[in-house]
Nanobody, 124 residues
Framework: QVQLVESGGGLVQAGGSLRLSCVTS????????MGWFRQAPGKEREFVAA????????SHADSVKGRFTISRGNAKNTIYLQMNSLKSEDTAVYYC?????????????????WGQGTQVTVSI
């Protein structure tokens, strides 16, 4: 059974930081790109950041550039999202995702696999 398990969400004040983690299990994700999406109440799910298998290619949404950083662990089955200078508009459920093609994360095709999500709430 394929699993992507997120952790690290919570409640934080505006201007604060959080670090999300996502661990994969249940199958080999060798050569898979991974990323983060988020969905705020009443809004569609949107792309946040993506990273390729080797970790040398990343992409971040304009809304989070300079504040969020995606990275990949040495074991390759874990990714992180370091979120700094958080704003109230960053409040959302954050989802981890995986796909065979990096471009699918940033394009129309979308991921092959999704995690269950972790809530991030930023208070003013």
């Amino acid at each position: 059974q394929v699993q992507l398990v997120e952790s690290g969400g919570g409640l934080v004040q505006a201007g604060g930081s959080l670090r999300l983690s996502c661990v994969t299990s249940g199958r080999t994700f060798t050569n898979y790109a991974m990323g983060w999406f988020r969905q705020a109440p009443g809004k569609e799910r949107e792309f946040v950041a993506a990273i390729n298998w080797t970790g040398d290619k990343t992409s971040h949404a304009d809304s989070v550039k300079g504040r969020f950083t995606i990275s990949r662990g040495n074991a390759k089955n874990t990714i992180y999202l370091q979120m700094n200078s958080l704003k109230s508009e960053d409040t959302a459920v954050y989802y981890c995702a995986a796909t065979a093609a990096f471009l699918h994360l940033v394009g129309e095709e979308g991921p092959d696999y999704w995690g269950q999500g972790t809530q991030v709430t930023v208070s003013i």
